[in-house]
């Protein structure tokens, strides 16, 4: 393939944060990713029509931020979105005594198999960098999840 055919089915693809927020539906379990990878626009746009969703599970590994995901500030109950961490930081540890963060129990190097063997996502959320000539994305450091 040539690069041409790779921009040609990437920018099919292309949307904005707020677009893709939009294919999030009732019962979707979400991998927010991990790290410095996670995308902020994407839990922004999502936060915005968190309390029009319900049973929406959002799984996340490593989470640097000192504040919650904007989806968790603006959910106002657990029947909306639930909210798991596998890595269980500060800013976790603090939503999980109010009440709707759980931790997933497992080591890092088994990440990638939970999601694929036991979680299946149904949208993965993931900050890559833009798509080089020969059509491959970098995922970064979290590609070790």
């Not at 979400?30 to 990878?37: A, V, W």
């Not at 190097?109 to 694929?116: D, L």
């Amino acid at each position: 393939m040539n690069n041409n055919v790779h921009s040609e089915e990437y920018n099919s693809k292309l949307m904005t944060a707020d677009q893709a927020a939009l294919l999030v539906k009732d019962g979707c379990k979400l991998n927010f990713g991990d790290n410095i990878c996670l995308s902020y626009d994407f839990d922004i746009a999502l936060a915005k029509r968190i309390n029009d969703l319900h049973d929406i599970v959002i799984i996340s590994n490593i989470n640097p931020r000192r504040e919650p995901f904007a989806c968790y500030s603006a959910c106002s109950s657990s029947d909306h979105a639930r909210f798991v961490s596998a890595h269980f930081g500060a800013v976790d540890r603090k939503t999980n005594k109010q009440g709707n963060t759980w931790f997933l129990p497992m080591l890092f190097h088994e990440y990638a198999g939970y999601m694929r063997d036991i979680i299946h996502p149904d949208i993965a959320v993931i900050q890559v960098t833009p798509m080089d000539e020969n059509g491959y994305f970098y995922y970064g450091p979290q590609v070790a999840g």
